[in-house]
Antibody, heavy 124, light 110 residues
Framework: EVQLVESGGGLVQPGRSLRLSCTAS????????MSWVRQAPGKGLEWVGFIRSKAYGGTTEYAASVKGRFTISRDDSKSIAYLQMNSLKTEDTAVYYC???????????????WGQGTLVTVSS | DIQMTQSPSSLSASVGDRVTITCQASQDISNYLNWYQQKPGKAPKLLIYDASNLETGVPSRFSGSGSGTDFTFTISSLQPEDIATYYC????????????FGPGTKVDIK
């Protein structure tokens, strides 16, 4: 059974940093791209970014709203994906979901499994 | 940028009713469209991929259709457990724009 478990959320002041982790099990982690999606309280879903598998270069893509502030990385030996969030703003307050991504060599397609999410609150 | 719109934003229907949600893209996205269900307090779940393909394990009362700019999501016979918000999501313009979600349609029981 595929499982994704996020951790690391909490209350943080504006301008500070936070790192989220996503621990995966039930599939060969290194074979898949991984993505982060967030949801502000009472709002819709916003894609944050994703990291390709090493087979496809392990490269990353980000939404314009977080580019330059957020970094996604992965440790395939531990089956963990990370979201490093720097220079946090109040508008980054959201539940952050980790997702598995279906990709081919040419593109990515669906977010097929989701974790339960972890809440990040940015407030002074 | 590709913009996604959904209508209605919310609806209320009776158990057994046929429910239809539409999703429109601001430009042609072929069939690069997925549908997700998010129950209250839960993570989203993939229901339909590539506009019309049912994800494994998803009940057959859910279906999707469309291509180009106009898409439809249908629940053929609404059940109490279908109370959720439904989101469409495009992936036509990866990686430049990532995965763009529609604003969602909230479905509840009348």
């Amino acid at each position: 059974e595929v499982q994704l478990v996020e951790s690391g959320g909490g209350l943080v002041q504006p301008g500070r940093s936070l790192r989220l982790s996503c621990t995966a099990s039930g599939f060969t982690f290194g074979d898949y791209a991984m993505s982060w999606v967030r949801q502000a309280p009472g709002k819709g879903l916003e894609w944050v970014g994703f990291i390709r598998s090493k087979a496809y270069g392990g490269t990353t893509e980000y939404a314009a709203s977080v580019k330059g502030r957020f970094t996604i990385s992965r440790d395939d030996s531990k089956s963990i994906a990370y979201l490093q969030m720097n220079s946090l703003k109040t508008e980054d307050t959201a539940v952050y979901y980790c997702t598995r991504v279906r990709c081919s060599s040419t593109s990515c397609y669906q977010l097929d499994y989701w974790g339960q999410g972890t809440l990040v609150t940015v407030s002074s | 940028d590709i913009q996604m719109t959904q209508s209605p934003s919310s609806l209320s229907a009776s158990v057994g009713d046929r429910v239809t949600i539409t999703c429109q893209a601001s430009q042609d996205i072929s069939n690069y469209l997925n549908w997700y269900q998010q129950k209250p307090g839960k993570a989203p779940k993939l229901l339909i991929y590539d506009a019309s393909n049912l994800e494994t394990g998803v009940p057959s009362r859910f279906s999707g259709s469309g291509s180009g700019t106009d898409f439809t999501f249908t629940i053929s016979s609404l059940q109490p457990e279908d109370i959720a918000t439904y989101y469409c999501q495009q992936y036509d313009n990866l990686p430049q724009e990532g995965f763009t979600f529609g604003p969602g349609t909230k479905v509840d029981i009348k």
